[in-house]
């Protein structure tokens, strides 16, 4: 069957960089006999905020109102808005989700935040039980494709802005893998508004290669959720053992107070 693609995608310009990159995505995509759809979230004047709005019906606590609890019980009950649950559908029909965005203070836009706060809702993306290697999207893979005001060097271990190592993790270890998403190497666009024409039109170039095999990489090496103790949500004692005489830490997060592995969040086998 044809892979289903999902590109969640925020740039107000169709001029920009970000817009030639998804255009790119989309068309190699295609080609290749997969389905895309795009979730243009300023075009679609996307809600940003995670608000009681969000809920049909009343909510079940109005004096302390607990939008993970109460988002929880609207998407079993079948009372999340509309445009919550078009793009739970979209979130469940992919094989691929790549998140397409211009980084801003080290993150996402506000709009795909919301996006990810309002659509990744507890129950439907994520529970106590279905997280990281557990997760509920463990079938399905997921990537950040972004450009940087930054160049590289200024995002490296001696760089003002650090390591993009440790940008990345919070992204991809604490909303896509813990979702379970099979988390793909992000594909970064260094400051494409800082460079020749020339330059941006080898960086597009280049993504279009890879789209080629996309479907196919391996995923970013995370560690199983059965490294860990069941009730303390430490690492257990005989894994610590069996790495603690090598150089570096198991990841980025996870470091075992140890030099960061070099690229962990970056290239695939890390």
């Not at 993150?107 to 990744?120: E, H």
């Not at 990841?251 to 290239?267: R, Y």
Request: glycine share 6%; aromatic share 12%.
């Amino acid at each position: 069957m044809a892979k289903r693609v999902l590109i969640i995608y925020a740039h107000q310009s169709s001029a920009s960089f970000n817009a030639a990159a998804k255009n790119a995505a989309v068309e190699v995509l295609t080609a290749q006999g997969c389905t895309v759809e795009v979730s243009d979230l300023y075009a679609m004047n996307f809600k940003a905020t995670a608000t009681a709005e969000d809920l049909k019906g009343e909510v079940a606590n109005a004096e302390n109102f607990c939008y993970l609890m109460e988002s929880k019980l609207a998407w079993e009950e079948g009372r999340l808005s509309d445009d919550i649950t078009k793009e739970q559908t979209k979130v469940t029909e992919a094989d691929l989700i790549i998140f397409q965005f211009p980084i801003y203070w080290f993150g996402f836009p506000a709009i795909m935040k919301g996006w990810i706060d309002r659509v990744l809702t507890h129950g439907f993306a994520y529970s106590q039980e279905k997280r990281y290697s557990q997760g509920v999207f463990k079938d399905k893979k997921a990537m950040l494709s972004f450009t940087t005001r930054s160049s590289e060097s200024m995002f490296s271990p001696t760089g003002i802005d650090g390591d993009m190592n440790v940008t990345l993790w919070p992204l991809q270890n604490g909303i896509l893998h813990y979702c379970g998403f099979q988390v793909l190497a992000p594909q970064i666009f260094w400051a494409p508004a800082s460079v020749a024409d020339e330059d941006c039109k080898s960086m597009l170039e280049a993504w279009r290669t890879r789209l080629q095999g996309l479907l196919e990489e391996k995923p970013l090496s995370f560690f199983s959720l059965g490294c860990f103790d069941e009730k303390t949500f430490q690492l257990k004692p005989e894994v610590q053992e069996k790495h603690a005489s090598q150089e570096f830490g198991l990841t980025v997060g996870i470091h075992l107070n140890k030099p960061l592995p070099p690229h962990n969040q970056m290239k695939a086998g890390c």
